[in-house]
């Protein structure tokens, strides 16, 4: 499934360095091949969330981020962009965190408001880096409820030319760097590509539904 579709490099570029150089060991490229191959196995047995979710932990684990989200790009009926929630994962979450995950998380939750950096991303088409994300206003209401993080990275998803998504991490203790996108390239090009199998399933399940109904 990871297809050519959702190609993701040839936008590999970021507006801020990060504190340090990144590269994965052989054995983290290791673990990353076999976890996007189980998600993609996940995906054939429950098209969805726990694919999502696996390529969402495995991002995690490998960059040392405390909190990551992948939300699908939709536009409404006036053309103007939002997102909508695939998957939410956090580790050893601060106390904010938690407080956000209990009281203000709700699958599939809509983001509407794109006036942040992770609107950013959907127009810039673009990855964006801010490693001072406290001091960059542009990180207030990422989520309803988020707590502004210490630092960000976002990367759209890509069917050919059009954004059909973003792949945010937050909290990295040593920050973010250009680098580190390119080491994500392939986490990110097959979350666009399930992203694309993803809204061909709804559409199927759509057609066989009215089908059924008439």
Not at 39 to 52: D, S, V
Request: one cysteine or more; a negative charge; charged letters at 20%.
């Amino acid at each position: 499934m990871a297809s050519g579709s959702g190609n993701s490099g040839p936008r590999q570029g970021a507006a801020q360095a990060g504190n340090e150089a990144v590269s994965f060991t052989p054995g983290q490229y290791k673990e990353m091949l076999s976890a996007i191959c189980e998600a993609q196995y996940l995906f054939i047995e429950e098209p969805g969330r726990p694919a999502f979710d696996r390529l969402l932990e495995l991002a995690l684990y490998l960059t040392g981020s405390e909190f990551g989200y992948i939300g699908e790009a939709f536009n409404d009926p006036e053309g103007r962009p939002y997102l909508k929630e695939r998957a939410i994962s956090s580790h050893a979450p601060s106390a904010a965190l938690r407080h956000f995950l209990k009281h203000s998380y709700e699958p599939g939750c809509e983001l509407r408001n794109l006036g942040n950096l992770m609107g950013d991303v959907v127009t810039g088409a673009q990855p964006i880096i801010s490693n001072e994300s406290t001091r960059d206003p542009r990180a207030a209401d990422l989520l309803p409820g988020f707590p502004q993080p210490s630092s960000f990275l976002g990367l759209p998803l890509f069917q050919w030319d059009e954004v059909i998504g973003v792949f945010m991490l937050a909290n990295r203790a040593n920050g973010y760097t250009p680098e580190l996108c390119k080491e994500l390239d392939p986490i990110s090009t097959s979350c666009a590509s399930l992203l694309l199998a993803y809204k061909n399933y709804a559409m199927r399940q759509q057609v066989e539904t009215a089908l059924f109904a008439s």
